[in-house]
């Protein structure tokens, strides 16, 4: 690009402020050699001047520009790009596609390369983000509200693409994300974003107690087994470290990587419950069997397991996660603050819980002992698997004819791995394990949910347990 005079247009980074000129530009009939279109991140105190701008060109003009549909997409991607080159490829790009019509089939074409390559770079980055980013819970005094905030450095104006993720993927907090260039913030009561401007990384919070959190779920789930240093620095480049405090440790698991090994081998043979569920699957045998079951290391410090509790040949099973502090301590499922959460929307549709079978997917209560609190923690794929025995003998003893998976982990212990709550609940499906499954949300996230969303959220079981009871053809 010239830097001698030349007629410039100054761009506000955002799609809609190129878009608004480049129609402006296509109506006047400027070619893109007659203008410079320039960032106004860049362009700070122009001392090398400005030409007039051209006279437009009738013969030009396009008063109604006809852009297809995949330009557009691209554009919306590339503009995140903090080449400063941007604007003026994309008006460059958006000038052709006027008179080559198939111009981004075009893959061999210079412009057209570029800003694939610039869509890839933007693609990625986000990607990244969303991998990486970590929030730390604040509160203070004053304000006592749990908000979390992170900082993060992006390599592109992403912040913009990346929120609607974290929006769906954190609905029900209250969080505030920080960049060198922009900031958003999230209010869960009025699911809105606020936009602010761009703070230092002095300005984000220090460490605190989530970070010890993180430090100790990345220590459960290292698999020294599966270590290859070259291809995780390749996915994660040591400059995203920073955003990581779980990887503060990663040098100490490095170092016992080949004797964790040796125990993971040992104990991959025996990480299930198979050898402990009798093969009477009767509800009072398998009851006085699970106080013995030693399949996974949930066992140790948990109080005790956990067993269901209900009608011996119920039509509707619900199936939990996992048992919580109180139930830890009675010995009984859903007995907590979840439980009565439960049972208000069970009595709402007309039923009993004794009608029902209540149990969980998990017998005993995973937790991070902080202080003299126990802090829920939500087993993983491998707990599940190891205790889904024990769900199957119940399954088999009970025969319910509707089974409703109460959250994400009984839905993977029964619908598998892949199976996306938010997306497919309120649906019958079936299962190998099941005739009719239901999903729907776990009871306490409607006790951790605020303002708009703990109705919504409570009306979601209310539906889908009203769903199951017709299913099972009962009347409330």
Known sequence: MSLGLAYRVRIEPSF??????????????????????????????????????????????????????????????????????RWQLLYRVLWRVQHERSLLLNELDEDVARMRRMDQQVRRDLHKMHAFLRFRMVSTPEDPEEHYISWYRPDHRILELAVPFFAERFAVMQWTILTDYASASWDPQSRAVTWGPGVPRSEAPPEDELEGMWRSYYSSIFNPARLNTRAMKAEMPVRYWANLPELNILPQLLAGAESRVGVMMQQQSSLSANTYVPNDHTLPVLRDAIPRCEGCELYKPATQAVFGVGLAHAPIMLVGEQPGDMEDVEGKPFVGPAGKVLDQIIAELGFDRDTMYVTNAVKHFKFVQRGKRRIHESPNLKEIGACRPWLLAELDAVQPQVVVCLGASAAKSLLGAKFALMKDRGKIVESPYAPRVVATIHPSAVLRAEGETKQVLYNYIRQDLALAAQTAGLAG
């Open 16 to 85: 809609s402020a190129w878009r608004e000129e480049a129609r402006l530009l296509l109506r006047q009939g400027i070619a893109p050699d007659q203008v410079e279109l320039v960032s106004t991140e860049q362009d700070h105190a122009m001392t090398f001047g400005f030409a007039p701008a051209p006279a437009p060109d009738p013969a030009l003009a396009i008063q109604k520009p006809s852009v297809p549909k995949a330009f557009f997409e691209l554009a919306e991607i590339v503009c995140c790009h903090k080449d400063p080159d």
